[in-house]
Each structure stands twice: as structure tokens, then as C-alpha cells.
């Protein structure tokens, strides 16, 4: 199965292409979506959709698996998080993928054993369920990566979107 994680933004979406075959992942490609603060709002929303379009014809994914919403004390901020998992989502629907939501403490549970864990034992057990040498600068990447496998962990169970 071909999975491709998205932790959702609207100045940077991190994702990754996995390949989960008989119990073992193998890392296609990752990478961030990239968009510039002084741009209006609507063209990096427009972006967000253009690249994920790519990335999708590229990859050929057979599922997505989107990181939840995680409220912080920014409304602003998640107003626009929310709207920029909206576009996310209705991509995936028009490209005709299963798409699929998971929690951050689901995501933790699925690659770590524990809900609560942190930061810095998520990116450990990614990279060594990878089994990469290192892991990306950006954050938002590797926790893409972390919802890839979470879905892998969780499929049989999922609920599609």
C-alpha cells in the first residue's frame, strides 16, 4: 500500500510517500509545500492545491492520511490550519484517494506506544521504522511521516472520510 501522510499548514504542509508492504516501510519521498506570508491568503491556499495535485499524479498514493486539527490559543492561526486541511481534503476527494483523519495522540499511540509522547521520541522511532539515516529540517515533514505510518498501523481499523 502506498501512503501519503500530510500534516496539514498553510505556510508549510509537510507530506511523505510511503510504501507499506508486508509489514515493512520504505520511504518514497517527503518533502514540504511551501507557501510566502506577504502572498494573499487565497493564492496559497491555490498553491497548497496546485502542488498536492502534483504530488498525487506523481505518487500515485492508494490512501492519504491527514494529521487532526490541534487547537492552539490562535484561533487566527487554526481558522487558517482549518481552511488549508479543507483544501487538502477536497483534493484528495476530487483525485478520488480514501482519505483518512488521525489525532496527534492517535499518531503518537500508532508510532511511539504512547499518546503523550514528545517531539523528539516521535522523530526517533520514524527514523528507525524508516530506517533513514536522517530525518528532515522541517518538523512538519517528519511529522507527516509520522501520520503515513500511523495509517499503516491503523488501516484495517480506519474509518474513511
Known amino acids: 500500500m502506498r501512503i501519503l501522510g500530510i500534516d496539514p499548514g498553510f505556510a508549510i504542509t509537510g507530506y511523505s510517500i510511503i510504501d ?10 517527503s518533502g514540504a509545500i511551501l507557501t510566502q ?3 494573499s491568503f487565497p493564492l496559497r491556499l491555490l498553491k497548497l492545491n496546485t502542488e498536492l495535485e502534483e504530488i498525487i499524479d506523481t505518487y500515485q498514493p492508494d490512501a492519504v492520511s491527514v494529521e ?3 487547537f492552539n490559543n490562535n484561533a487566527k ?3 487558517n490550519v482549518a481552511q488549508a486541511r479543507g483544501v487538502i481534503l477536497v483534493t484528495c476527494c476530487k483525485k478520488q484517494i480514501p482519505t483518512y483523519e488521525y489525532t496527534p495522540l492517535q499518531i503518537k ?14 522523530q526517533k522511532m520514524v527514523k528507525t521504522i524508516l530506517n ?7 518538523d512538519d515533514t ?3 511521516m509520522a501520520a503515513a505510518i500511523c495509517h499503516a498501523h491503523s488501516a484495517k481499523f480506519a474509518v474513511k472520510l
Open 77 to 79: 492561526t487554526a481558522i
Open 68 to 70: 487532526e486539527l490541534f
Open 109 to 122: 499511540q500508532a508510532v511511539v506506544g504512547y499518546g503523550r509522547a514528545d517531539k523528539i521520541q516521535v
Open 20 to 29: 507499506y508492504i508486508g509489514n515493512k516501510f520504505h520511504l518514497i519521498h
Open 132 to 138: 533513514v539515516e536522517k530525518l528532515p529540517k522541517l
Open 142 to 144: 517528519t511529522d507527516s
Open 37 to 39: 506570508a506577504g502572498e
